[in-house]
C-alpha cells in the first residue's frame, strides 16, 4: 500500500498568512493525488485534484503543486473560514489511502 | 443538485451486522462509481472500498481491514449504495461516509460526499 504522509500535522496561523501543507507518498504517485478540506462536523469537501487543478467554487487562494511523490497545498492569504482539518489523497493505486490529516487554527 | 444521504446506523454489539445505505439523488447514479470512507472518532478518514459501475463490470475492491466482513453492493433501479457489515469489531466504529467518483482528463477524484452515519460497535 502507499502511504501518505503530511506535515505538519497541527498549525496555528494568522489571518492573512500564507500557509503551506505537505503531501510526501511512499512512492511515485505522477499527479493522481487530491486535496480535501473538512470543517469540524462536516462531510470532507474537494478542494483539488489531479495535485493542481482548483475544484469549481473553490476560492482561487487555495492552490496545489507537485507531482511525483511530493505534493504542497497552499492557502495564499489565510481567511477566518480556513479552520478545518485538511487531507490528501492518493489515486495511483488502491487502497486509495488518505494522509493522516493537518488540523489547521486560525490564531 | 446532487446529494447523498447515507443512514442505517447505530450501536451494534461485537460480532454483529449492520447495513447502511446511501440514497443519491441529482445524479446519473447507474454512470457513477461509488465510495465508501470510513472516520473513527477524533481521527483521519480510511477509505473503506468501492463499486464500480455495471458498464465496466461492476468490480469491486476493499481495504484490508474489512476485506472479508463487508460487503459493497449497489441497487441502480434504486439509485442506492449498500455496505453490508458482518463479523463487526470495535474499531469499526467510526462514521460512515459514502461518495461519487469524478472523473476528468483521466483522474480521479471524491467529488460529492454524504453527511455520514455513525456506527458505534459496543458491549
Known amino acids: 500500500d502507499i502511504q501518505m504522509t503530511q506535515s505538519p500535522s497541527f498549525l496555528s496561523a494568522s489571518v492573512g498568512d500564507r500557509v503551506t501543507i505537505t503531501c510526501r507518498a511512499s512512492q511515485g504517485i505522477s499527479s493522481y493525488l487530491a486535496w480535501y478540506q473538512q470543517k469540524p462536523g462536516r462531510a470532507p469537501k474537494l478542494l483539488i485534484y489531479a495535485a493542481f487543478t482548483l475544484q469549481s467554487g473553490v476560492p482561487s487562494r487555495f492552490s496545489g503543486s507537485g507531482s511525483g511523490a511530493e505534493f504542497t497545498l497552499t492557502i495564499s492569504s489565510l481567511q477566518p473560514e480556513d479552520l478545518a482539518t485538511y487531507y490528501c489523497q492518493q489515486f495511483n493505486s488502491y487502497p486509495h489511502t488518505f494522509g493522516q490529516g493537518t488540523k489547521l487554527e486560525i490564531k | 443538485e446532487v446529494q447523498l444521504v447515507e443512514s442505517g446506523g447505530g450501536l451494534v454489539k461485537p460480532g454483529g451486522s449492520l447495513r447502511l445505505s446511501c440514497a443519491a439523488s441529482?445524479?446519473?447514479?447507474?454512470?457513477?462509481?461509488m465510495n465508501w470512507v470510513r472516520q473513527a472518532p477524533g481521527k483521519g478518514l480510511e477509505w473503506v472500498g468501492h463499486i464500480k459501475i455495471r458498464a465496466d463490470g461492476g468490480a469491486v475492491d476493499y481495504a484490508a481491514p474489512v476485506k472479508g466482513r463487508f460487503t459493497i453492493s449497489r441497487d441502480d433501479s434504486k439509485n442506492t449504495l449498500y455496505l453490508q457489515m458482518d463479523s463487526l469489531r470495535t474499531e469499526d466504529t467510526a462514521v460512515y461516509y459514502c461518495?461519487?467518483?469524478?472523473?476528468?482528463?483521466?483522474?480521479?477524484?471524491?467529488?460529492?460526499w454524504g453527511q455520514g452515519t455513525l456506527v458505534t460497535v459496543s458491549s
Open positions: 461518495a461519487t467518483a469524478g472523473f476528468k482528463t483521466g483522474y480521479y477524484y471524491y467529488d460529492f
Open positions: 441529482g445524479l446519473a447514479f447507474i454512470n457513477a462509481w
